[in-house]
């Protein structure tokens, strides 16, 4: 989820759109506060020693629904772009990332878009912290000032 503050905070600020190659795939967006939450849970408790986890938020949500989402946070709209995979790098490598980076993060976002790697909702987060993940809307409204002027 921070993502969408930190890394396409300004772009969803200033164009008022996300502009990502996910094309119709719906993505398990997970809190890193819940994700370290977790990771704190997992470590102390000598039972989940040697067991891994499928970690998830509490929904897949399409891009359009967290631009909705973020919309609904700061009183203003914002919209979703599908753009090819090519353009991201390509935006990337303008902006100064290293082209290895720029490649890998629009290989990945390919993958996800055609794999629907990502889409599941698993019980983990709330197996291990007895409750369940923070739901989009809440983050955005906890972090709507990473999208306002």
């Not at 008022?16 to 939450?37: C, E, K, S, W, Y």
Request: proline fraction near 5%.
């Amino acid at each position: 989820m921070q993502d969408f503050a930190a890394f396409y905070g300004e772009t969803i600020r200033t164009a008022g759109a996300i502009f990502l190659p996910l094309g119709n795939a719906r993505i398990t967006h997970l809190d890193l506060r819940d994700l370290g939450a977790a990771a704190v849970a997992a470590l102390r408790d000598n039972r989940r020693v040697g067991c891994s986890y499928d970690l998830s938020g509490p929904e897949a949500l399409h891009t359009s629904e967290v631009a909705e989402q973020i919309g609904s946070a700061i009183g203003r709209p914002i919209r979703y772009e599908a753009i090819p995979a090519a353009a991201l790098e390509a935006e990337l490598r303008q902006a100064g990332a290293d082209s290895y980076f720029a490649a890998g993060l629009a290989e990945l976002y390919s993958w996800i878009r055609d794999s629907g790697f990502g889409s599941e909702v698993t019980p983990a987060v709330e197996q291990l912290l007895g409750r369940k993940p923070t739901p989009f809307r809440k983050f955005a409204v906890d972090h709507r000032s990473a999208w306002l002027d």
